[in-house]
């Protein structure tokens, strides 16, 4: 009998248009972290080398600008697909680029036979809050039975552990800060089981570590960071309003602690976080 793999925590944010603008603006964030790298330097190298075309899998892929973006950067016979539980924030597909095309599919499930062994590279980023010690292996054996021989899978988040506040000032007072920083340590209570400050967890799932990196986000991105933490907080008060009034118009209690989140910003309060970019190969060659 299959072992019974632990359900991932409930996606908390919406999907409409303003969550799909703070995806937007998270990626332009996180693609300043990396250089404007939308793959490691590892990975293109090494694709770059291949002769057949690209195929690229991005798993959650949201509004999919991560993948579009890649589609420029690729050459034209490359095939870009990406997936995610819900179609909600994908773009029409006449908007699409001719190689991308999307699919509704959860991660946590089989893919179809056709679509095993067939990539050189399966990209993950923003996915760390759905994950706990229970699912993150079976999500991860998932992943690889998509991957080539010699494929590579691509990791980035944030990592909840590191998460502090700071200010501009030693003496600022920021309590709404330090209660969200409070909220992201404590999300994933078991993760010092399974997030390691190497490659351990590749090596686990039986992949080949090819880099781990930390990075950090310098201070002029700091407020595009603080953007997108309010900009979550507006989401999950949208569904704490609909889910608390009952047909009434009671506010979100999340109201005040914005504005109070919000000035303590504006005075120079911020989230400080890092995050971690993994890069694992499937074991064999392409002989391509």
């Known amino acids: ?4 793999v632990s359900e991932p925590a409930p996606y908390i944010f919406h999907r409409d248009h303003k969550s799909s603008i ?6 332009m964030l996180i693609k300043k ?8 330097p590892a990975v293109r190298q090494s694709i770059a080398s291949r002769s057949s075309s690209i195929r690229v899998a991005d798993i959650a892929t949201g509004t999919a600008l991560w993948l579009t973006e890649l589609s420029d950067a690729l050459p034209a016979d490359a ?11 994908y773009p029409p597909g006449e908007w699409l680029p001719g190689n991308v095309a999307l699919h509704e599919h959860d991660a946590f499930t089989p893919f179809a036979p056709e679509l095993l062994g067939s990539f050189d590279v399966v990209h993950l980023r923003f996915f760390i809050t759905l994950l706990n010690g229970e699912n993150i292996r079976p999500l991860l054996d998932n992943l690889k039975t998509l991957l080539k021989p010699g494929g590579f899978l691509q990791w980035l988040d944030f990592d909840p552990r590191s998460a502090k506040a700071i200010a501009t000032r030693p003496d600022m007072h920021m309590p709404r800060t330090e209660s969200v920083v409070s909220i992201m340590r404590k999300a994933q209570p078991d993760v010092d089981s399974w997030i390691l400050h190497d490659s351990e967890l590749l090596k686990a799932a039986g992949l080949d570590p090819v880099a781990y990196e930390r990075l950090q986000l310098c201070d002029y991105l700091r407020p595009i960071w603080n953007h997108c933490h309010i900009m979550g ?3 999950l008060s949208r569904r704490m309003s609909r889910i608390t009034a009952n047909g009434n118009d009671k506010p979100s209690p999340l109201l005040q602690q914005i504005k109070d989140l919000e ?7 911020s989230v400080d976080a890092e995050w971690f970019i993994m890069v ?3 074991p064999g060659s392409t002989q391509e």
């Open 280 to 282: 694992g190969q499937m």
């Open 233 to 235: 907080m507006e989401e």
């Open 79 to 89: 095939q870009l697909l990406g997936f995610d539980v819900s179609a909600d924030q």
């Open 1 to 4: 009998m299959a072992e019974a």
């Open 263 to 269: 000035a303590e910003f504006a005075q120079g309060a």
């Open 22 to 27: 703070r995806l937007n603006y998270q990626h």
């Open 33 to 40: 972290l990396c250089n404007d790298q939308l793959l490691h």
